[in-house]
């Protein structure tokens, strides 16, 4: 058997073994008391208002009411995280407090991790993976360095999924919209062996037209097409054993992304701007065009004169388990994940009816991880947390572009046609990395008094990684050179923090945080082996102090939180025009400065109304960083608007035997860059955000149905701008305009 057989045969036997186990999950958040959201921040069930960071909790119903579909839908609705993504069906690109990364490719790791029941999602691929039957999200904010599973910079986002129950329940729900949008979603668990094994089963099948059209053929684009499914089985041999096991298939077969084209080659004298691009009051005029002469004269966002509709499928499998087993005064828990997931993305990147340039993004990603944790049990004074962590992650890369195939001229001397200095030929780089992570973790919280309590924790991690690459050219015939290197990197990180309590409904807290993350190789398109790499480490050192507080017989929260960051390496993705060529350069930026504060506010005036409202101050700026020779010092960091807020509405009346419901959601953000060079036409203004719901619950809250809006005032949504003005043209992606429609459900 090979070195990987043996790794994922052995996970077969753990998996297996387990089942045969119970579980108690401390993965998973407790039933809440009395309306409190519980969280397990700290790998342990808690009232949200205890723990001394800085999280938000959705819970399983809110996102279902606000129609949070996949991580993506989460932007916006949390202080301090903006996500956006320059694909249909994969790879979010998260920012927390403004630390985040641009790389879209796949072998570099987010600087947030997404964890589902304990496990970390290692594969961008899967991270947009469908939302639904879930429990609750939680969103850590600030670097995650002692208890999670890889170390990140930026934050955590935790996925719950619904456990199965010990009384039989079911769940439906239909939604129709706009754009012929039908989502339909369900789950239905039951106890198969009482006080010994439950189990459930959930699905979602999800489809629409899309919102782009294609002016050539009338197409809609950018379309939803996927189905997902799981089943849980929750198992209690005994007081002391739990076992959670949780097995997911998915499947995304949307179209590929369509974006809108911004023409930038001016044609007359009067079109030309400072950057000697087009000044953007030319960009529709006709006097713009592309590398190829194609001027997009529409003014409308959510069209393109498309030259072929490409599909984004995107398949996933997963396996994960948890098993806790209680020793009395400690409980051993055991943490096993698998992974599988696969990508081929067949894209009309340049967005117009001549052909500039196509993508075919091709990658599978296997991981395998196992965790084992030791924590105390109960509320002493002493409580703690050691563990291990291990994980072995296998990448094939695949991709491939087609630039400029109309300009190939073969010859007898280059029967290929590819122009290396031009740019012009149809490139590749397949790649293979195996990644072996290692860490050894601990923390404790100890009660120095009845409301002081001192936290201390540390992490050693090392990522052992092997990368090999090839560049080639004319369908692998021009080999352009190849790259093979092996290298761990090994850091330290750790937490310390202070907490008083006031009392149980106020507290206070000041922590240090150090975050890293993992050094690497560059896995995207790169021109030079140099470009590869290794990059180092990037690390955070964050200083935090926060207040919980709950006033009136807990009807009102007022929690607030100040930060500052020393970040340094950290790892920068820019694109730079090298002659005709647009090059992506993955490189450490020397350092920095990050700080601001949050304030978060929730209110219960009357019965039956829930008020929330948010607001982050942020400033990130770059400190002494010089790339290719171009200074970008004092610039702000990508996606790290100076302000953002968010507001909500909810509220219920009960009426005879049924109840009138009804929410609104407000979010907004200032202006932010997509960009490293902060250029103007890289940006995107201010803008604010309204969704909206109402609805009537009826025969004991067991039906609802519901009409909703996305989106109130059709505001545009920019989610991201990727440069490529060797080639003449800017690829601005825009998400959903507004959408409305109607909601049924039904749960017994």
């Known amino acids: 058997m090979t070195r990987h057989g043996n790794r994922y045969g052995m996970l077969a036997i ?225 007081s002391t054993i739990t076992d959670d096991l949780t097995v997911n298939a998915s499947r995304s077969t949307g179209g590929s992304l369509q974006a809108y084209s911004r023409s930038l080659i001016p044609q007359t004298a009067a079109a030309t701007g400072a950057d000697s691009l087009c000044a953007p009051a030319f960009y529709t005029s006709g006097q713009c065009t592309n590398i190829l002469g194609y001027a997009n004269t529409s003014r409308n966002l959510y069209e393109g004169a498309y030259r072929f509709e490409g599909r984004d499928r995107v398949s996933l499998y997963g396996v994960g388990n948890t098993l806790s087993v209680d020793l009395g005064t400690v409980s051993l828990i055991a943490v096993t994940g698998f992974q599988h997931a696969t990508r081929n993305d067949q894209e009309d990147t340049d967005a117009s009816p001549v052909p500039v340039v196509v993508a075919a993004y091709i990658t599978r990603q296997d991981t395998v991880s196992q965790e084992l944790r030791l924590q105390s049990n109960g509320h002493g004074r002493l409580r703690y947390v050691a563990g291990l962590y291990y994980a072995h992650d296998l990448i094939r890369n695949a991709s491939s572009l087609d630039v400029l195939p109309g300009l190939r001229s073969p010859t007898a001397d280059n029967p290929s046609g590819v122009d290396l200095t031009a740019g012009i030929g149809d490139f590749a780089w397949p790649s293979r990395q195996a990644t072996d992570s290692y860490a050894a973790f601990g923390q404790l919280d100890y009660d120095l008094t009845p409301r002081l309590t001192l936290t201390g924790g540390l992490r050693y991690s090392a990522d052992r990684k092997d990368f090999t690459y090839r560049a080639s050219a004319a369908g692998g015939s021009i080999t352009l050179f190849t790259f093979a290197d092996a290298k761990t990197f090994g850091a330290w990180s750790g937490r310390a923090g202070l907490q008083y309590r006031f009392s149980d409904a106020a507290n206070v807290y000041a922590s240090y945080n150090r975050g890293t993350k993992s050094g690497g190789f560059f896995s995207g398109f790169a021109q030079d082996p140099s470009l590869i790499g290794p990059y180092k480490d990037e690390t955070v050192d964050a200083y935090e102090v926060g207040a919980k507080t709950q006033w009136l017989d807990r009807r009102l929260g007022l929690n607030l939180s100040a930060f500052y960051y020393d970040y340094r390496d950290l790892q920068v993705y820019t694109s730079v025009v090298q002659g005709l060529i647009t090059t992506q350069l993955f490189t450490n930026a020397s350092a920095a400065r990050i700080y601001g504060a949050e304030i978060e506010l929730t209110a219960r005036p009357i019965d039956g109304l829930n008020l929330a409202a948010s607001t982050s101050l942020l400033d990130a700026t770059y400190r002494n960083f010089i790339s290719q020779g171009a200074d970008y010092s004092g610039n702000r960091l990508p996606s790290a608007p100076r302000v953002s807020a968010q507001a909500s509405a909810d509220y219920r009346k009960p009426i005879g035997s049924g109840a009138l419901v009804a929410r609104a959601d407000l979010s907004y953000r200032s202006r932010v860059f997509f960009d490293t060079s902060n250029a103007a036409r890289l940006g995107d203004r201010a803008r604010a955000f309204v969704d909206g719901r109402i609805g009537w619950q009826f025969a004991g809250d067991r039906y609802e149905a519901a009409l909703w809006v996305r989106n109130l005032f059709d505001v545009p949504v920019i989610s991201d701008i990727t440069p490529l003005p060797a080639l003449g043209f800017d690829a601005i992606v825009v998400g959903r305009p507004r959408t409305w429609g109607l909601s049924l459900r039904a749960h017994y």
Do not use: C
Not at 56 to 77: F, K, P
Not at 78 to 93: F, T
Not at 201 to 226: F, I, P
């Open 14 to 238: 753990a998996l297996a073994g387990s089942t045969g186990a119970r579980a108690q999950t401390t993965d998973q958040p407790a039933a809440p008391a009395d309306g409190e959201i519980v969280v397990t921040a700290q790998r342990r069930s808690e009232r949200l208002q205890d723990v001394p960071i800085a999280v938000t909790a959705i819970t399983g119903d809110d996102l279902r009411e606000r129609r949070i579909a996949d991580v993506l839908d989460l932007s916006g609705r949390v202080p301090g995280l903006q996500i956006r993504s320059a694909d249909n069906g994969a790879n979010p690109r998260i920012f927390i407090r403004g630390v985040g990364l641009n790389d879209f490719n796949p072998a570099t790791a987010s600087a947030v991790g997404i964890y589902v029941n304990g496990v970390y999602v290692a594969s961008t691929l899967a991270q947009r993976d469908a939302f639904f039957d879930l429990g609750q999200v939680e969103v850590l904010r600030g670097p995650q360095g002692t208890l999670y599973g890889r170390n990140t910079t930026g934050g955590a986002i935790n996925v719950t999924t619904r456990k199965p129950g010990d009384t039989p329940e079911g769940d439906l729900s239909l939604d129709y919209g706009r754009f012929d949008a039908v989502t339909l979603q369900g789950g239905m668990s039951a106890p198969v062996v009482p006080d010994l094994l439950a189990v459930r089963v959930a699905g979602l099948y999800q489809r629409d037209d899309g919102y782009m059209r294609n002016t050539l053929t009338g197409d809609r684009g950018n379309n939803v097409d996927r189905w997902a499914v799981r089943s849980s089985a929750h198992v209690t041999p005994s």
